[in-house]
Protein backbone atom coordinates (compact mmCIF):
# COMPACT_ATOMS: atom_id res chain seq x y z
CA UNK A 1 0.00 0.00 0.00
CA UNK A 2 0.97 3.75 0.08
CA UNK A 3 2.31 4.87 2.86
CA UNK A 4 4.31 8.23 3.86
CA UNK A 5 7.58 8.37 6.85
CA UNK A 6 8.81 11.10 8.28
CA UNK A 7 11.44 12.18 10.98
CA UNK A 8 10.03 12.73 14.10
CA UNK A 9 9.97 15.73 15.96
CA UNK A 10 10.17 18.16 17.51
CA UNK A 11 13.10 19.83 16.13
CA UNK A 12 14.17 23.20 17.54
CA UNK A 13 16.95 25.24 15.62
CA UNK A 14 18.36 28.84 16.51
CA UNK A 15 17.56 31.32 13.20
CA UNK A 16 19.40 31.07 10.43
CA UNK A 17 20.23 27.64 10.85
CA UNK A 18 19.89 24.73 8.18
CA UNK A 19 17.21 23.00 7.86
CA UNK A 20 16.54 18.98 6.50
CA UNK A 21 13.14 17.11 7.12
CA UNK A 22 13.03 13.38 5.72
CA UNK A 23 10.92 11.98 4.14
CA UNK A 24 10.83 8.71 2.52
CA UNK A 25 7.58 7.26 0.69
CA UNK A 26 5.93 3.59 -0.41
CA UNK A 27 3.84 4.04 -3.25
CA UNK A 28 3.05 1.97 -6.47
CA UNK A 29 3.07 3.39 -9.64
CA UNK A 30 4.38 7.41 -9.69
CA UNK A 31 2.89 9.22 -7.09
CA UNK A 32 2.85 13.38 -6.38
CA UNK A 33 4.15 14.60 -3.42
CA UNK A 34 3.52 17.17 -1.66
CA UNK A 35 5.28 19.03 1.73
CA UNK A 36 1.75 21.01 3.56
CA UNK A 37 3.19 23.20 6.52
CA UNK A 38 0.23 23.88 9.40
CA UNK A 39 0.67 27.05 11.17
CA UNK A 40 -0.78 27.26 15.22
CA UNK A 41 -4.41 27.20 14.78
CA UNK A 42 -4.70 27.14 10.82
CA UNK A 43 -5.65 24.21 8.52
CA UNK A 44 -3.20 22.94 6.30
CA UNK A 45 -1.24 25.28 3.23
CA UNK A 46 0.64 23.84 0.55
CA UNK A 47 4.08 24.14 0.47
CA UNK A 48 5.35 22.87 -2.46
CA UNK A 49 4.89 19.84 -4.52
CA UNK A 50 6.43 17.78 -7.34
CA UNK A 51 4.66 15.23 -9.53
CA UNK A 52 7.41 13.81 -11.44
CA UNK A 53 11.07 12.45 -10.58
CA UNK A 54 13.85 14.80 -10.47
CA UNK A 55 11.50 17.40 -10.39
CA UNK A 56 11.94 20.26 -7.42
CA UNK A 57 9.41 21.55 -5.87
CA UNK A 58 10.53 25.26 -4.74
CA UNK A 59 7.98 28.00 -2.12
CA UNK A 60 9.15 30.74 0.03
CA UNK A 61 12.90 29.24 -0.01
CA UNK A 62 11.71 25.26 0.74
CA UNK A 63 12.53 22.63 -1.51
CA UNK A 64 12.42 19.14 -2.04
CA UNK A 65 13.60 17.00 -4.96
CA UNK A 66 11.82 13.91 -5.88
CA UNK A 67 14.08 10.80 -5.91
CA UNK A 68 12.47 7.78 -7.33
CA UNK A 69 16.06 5.72 -7.11
CA UNK A 70 15.77 6.50 -2.88
CA UNK A 71 11.96 6.84 -2.78
CA UNK A 72 12.20 10.27 -0.75
CA UNK A 73 11.25 14.34 -0.65
CA UNK A 74 13.25 15.35 1.55
CA UNK A 75 12.45 19.29 2.56
CA UNK A 76 15.30 21.52 3.18
CA UNK A 77 15.74 25.62 4.05
CA UNK A 78 19.08 27.39 3.91
CA UNK A 79 18.77 29.78 6.53
CA UNK A 80 15.38 29.36 9.33
CA UNK A 81 13.71 31.85 10.78
CA UNK A 82 11.39 32.30 13.43
CA UNK A 83 8.28 32.52 11.18
CA UNK A 84 9.04 29.09 10.23
CA UNK A 85 7.79 27.66 13.10
CA UNK A 86 5.05 25.23 12.58
CA UNK A 87 4.23 21.72 11.96
CA UNK A 88 5.48 20.10 8.40
CA UNK A 89 3.65 17.41 6.69
CA UNK A 90 5.16 15.43 3.89
CA UNK A 91 2.44 13.98 1.77
CA UNK A 92 1.50 11.83 -1.40
CA UNK A 93 -1.08 11.27 -4.26
CA UNK A 94 -1.40 8.26 -6.28
CA UNK A 95 -3.63 8.44 -9.19
CA UNK A 96 -2.76 5.51 -10.95
CA UNK A 97 -5.54 3.16 -10.27
CA UNK A 98 -5.81 3.86 -6.57
CA UNK A 99 -8.19 6.73 -4.97
CA UNK A 100 -6.40 9.81 -5.62
CA UNK A 101 -7.03 10.85 -2.02
CA UNK A 102 -3.72 12.27 0.20
CA UNK A 103 -1.62 10.16 2.26
CA UNK A 104 0.34 12.46 5.01
CA UNK A 105 2.71 11.15 7.09
CA UNK A 106 3.35 12.18 10.57
CA UNK A 107 4.06 15.27 10.85
CA UNK A 108 7.25 17.22 12.26
CA UNK A 109 7.22 20.27 14.44
CA UNK A 110 9.79 23.00 14.05
CA UNK A 111 10.78 25.79 16.53
CA UNK A 112 13.08 28.10 15.50
CA UNK A 113 14.52 30.34 18.22
CA UNK A 114 15.55 33.75 17.64
CA UNK B 1 -11.31 34.82 -3.63
CA UNK B 2 -12.90 33.82 -0.50
CA UNK B 3 -10.90 30.39 0.85
CA UNK B 4 -12.90 26.87 2.47
CA UNK B 5 -14.89 27.90 5.44
CA UNK B 6 -15.51 25.46 8.10
CA UNK B 7 -18.40 26.13 10.90
CA UNK B 8 -18.29 25.66 13.35
CA UNK B 9 -14.50 26.09 14.88
CA UNK B 10 -15.22 24.63 17.81
CA UNK B 11 -17.08 22.27 19.34
CA UNK B 12 -17.77 20.34 22.15
CA UNK B 13 -20.16 17.32 22.57
CA UNK B 14 -20.91 14.67 24.87
CA UNK B 15 -20.27 10.50 24.34
CA UNK B 16 -23.50 9.47 22.26
CA UNK B 17 -24.72 12.66 21.15
CA UNK B 18 -24.19 13.49 17.44
CA UNK B 19 -22.51 16.34 15.37
CA UNK B 20 -22.84 17.98 12.15
CA UNK B 21 -20.00 19.98 10.85
CA UNK B 22 -20.02 21.77 7.75
CA UNK B 23 -17.74 23.29 5.01
CA UNK B 24 -18.39 25.95 2.17
CA UNK B 25 -15.35 25.24 -0.52
CA UNK B 26 -13.87 27.76 -2.68
CA UNK B 27 -16.16 29.03 -5.66
CA UNK B 28 -15.98 27.18 -8.92
CA UNK B 29 -14.55 23.78 -6.56
CA UNK B 30 -16.72 20.98 -6.75
CA UNK B 31 -14.90 18.63 -4.54
CA UNK B 32 -14.82 18.03 -1.05
CA UNK B 33 -12.73 15.93 0.71
CA UNK B 34 -12.77 15.51 4.29
CA UNK B 35 -9.78 14.69 7.12
CA UNK B 36 -8.87 13.71 10.78
CA UNK B 37 -6.26 14.85 12.53
CA UNK B 38 -5.42 13.20 15.77
CA UNK B 39 -2.51 13.63 18.03
CA UNK B 40 -2.26 9.73 17.92
CA UNK B 41 -3.08 8.70 14.36
CA UNK B 42 -2.30 12.05 12.42
CA UNK B 43 -4.35 13.03 9.32
CA UNK B 44 -6.49 10.24 8.07
CA UNK B 45 -8.74 10.74 4.52
CA UNK B 46 -12.59 10.32 5.94
CA UNK B 47 -14.13 10.52 2.29
CA UNK B 48 -14.62 12.88 -0.02
CA UNK B 49 -17.88 14.22 -2.35
CA UNK B 50 -18.00 15.11 -6.00
CA UNK B 51 -20.85 16.49 -7.29
CA UNK B 52 -23.10 15.52 -4.83
CA UNK B 53 -21.69 11.93 -5.18
CA UNK B 54 -19.51 10.10 -2.69
CA UNK B 55 -16.38 9.18 -4.50
CA UNK B 56 -13.67 7.55 -2.34
CA UNK B 57 -13.97 6.85 1.38
CA UNK B 58 -11.43 5.95 3.88
CA UNK B 59 -11.41 2.93 6.72
CA UNK B 60 -13.73 4.73 9.29
CA UNK B 61 -16.88 3.27 11.19
CA UNK B 62 -20.36 3.72 9.28
CA UNK B 63 -21.17 6.09 11.89
CA UNK B 64 -19.00 8.83 9.75
CA UNK B 65 -21.21 9.77 6.96
CA UNK B 66 -21.38 12.85 4.96
CA UNK B 67 -23.21 14.48 2.06
CA UNK B 68 -22.54 17.73 -0.65
CA UNK B 69 -25.33 19.49 -1.88
CA UNK B 70 -26.00 21.41 -5.39
CA UNK B 71 -23.97 24.60 -4.27
CA UNK B 72 -21.03 21.68 -3.72
CA UNK B 73 -21.18 22.73 0.03
CA UNK B 74 -20.47 19.93 2.25
CA UNK B 75 -21.61 18.35 5.51
CA UNK B 76 -20.15 15.27 7.72
CA UNK B 77 -22.23 13.48 10.36
CA UNK B 78 -20.59 11.48 13.19
CA UNK B 79 -23.54 9.45 15.05
CA UNK B 80 -23.15 8.03 18.77
CA UNK B 81 -19.79 10.14 19.66
CA UNK B 82 -16.84 8.43 21.49
CA UNK B 83 -14.19 10.04 23.37
CA UNK B 84 -11.75 8.60 20.42
CA UNK B 85 -13.84 11.13 18.31
CA UNK B 86 -12.43 14.01 19.69
CA UNK B 87 -9.83 15.74 17.17
CA UNK B 88 -9.58 18.46 14.14
CA UNK B 89 -11.30 17.54 11.38
CA UNK B 90 -10.06 19.11 8.29
CA UNK B 91 -12.16 19.80 5.14
CA UNK B 92 -10.45 20.34 1.73
CA UNK B 93 -11.87 21.66 -1.52
CA UNK B 94 -10.59 21.27 -5.01
CA UNK B 95 -11.69 21.96 -8.64
CA UNK B 96 -12.08 18.52 -9.72
CA UNK B 97 -12.21 14.85 -8.37
CA UNK B 98 -9.24 13.83 -6.33
CA UNK B 99 -8.89 11.19 -9.19
CA UNK B 100 -7.64 13.57 -11.55
CA UNK B 101 -3.74 13.93 -11.38
CA UNK B 102 -2.65 17.86 -10.89
CA UNK B 103 -5.71 18.38 -8.80
CA UNK B 104 -4.45 20.95 -5.64
CA UNK B 105 -6.43 20.42 -2.57
CA UNK B 106 -6.58 23.94 -0.56
CA UNK B 107 -7.67 23.24 3.41
CA UNK B 108 -9.95 25.27 5.62
CA UNK B 109 -8.76 25.25 9.33
CA UNK B 110 -10.83 22.97 10.27
CA UNK B 111 -13.14 22.11 13.50
CA UNK B 112 -11.74 21.26 16.89
CA UNK B 113 -14.45 18.62 18.51
CA UNK B 114 -14.06 17.82 21.60
CA UNK B 115 -15.62 15.17 22.87
CA UNK B 116 -16.83 14.40 26.62
Known amino acids: GNSVTQMEGPVTLSEEAFLTINCTYT??????LFWYVQYPGEGLQLLLK?????DKGSNKGFEATYRKETTSFHLEKGSVQVSDSAVYFCALRNYGGSQGNLIFGKGTKLSVKP | KAGVTQTPRYLIKTRGQQVTLSCSPISGHRSVSWYQQTPGQGLQFLFEYFSETQRNKGNFPGRFSGRQFSNSRSEMNVSTLELGDSALYLC???????????????FGPGTRLTVL
Open chain 2, 92 to 106: ASSRTSGKQAGNEQF
Open chain 1, 50 to 54: ATKAD
Open chain 1, 27 to 32: ATGYPS
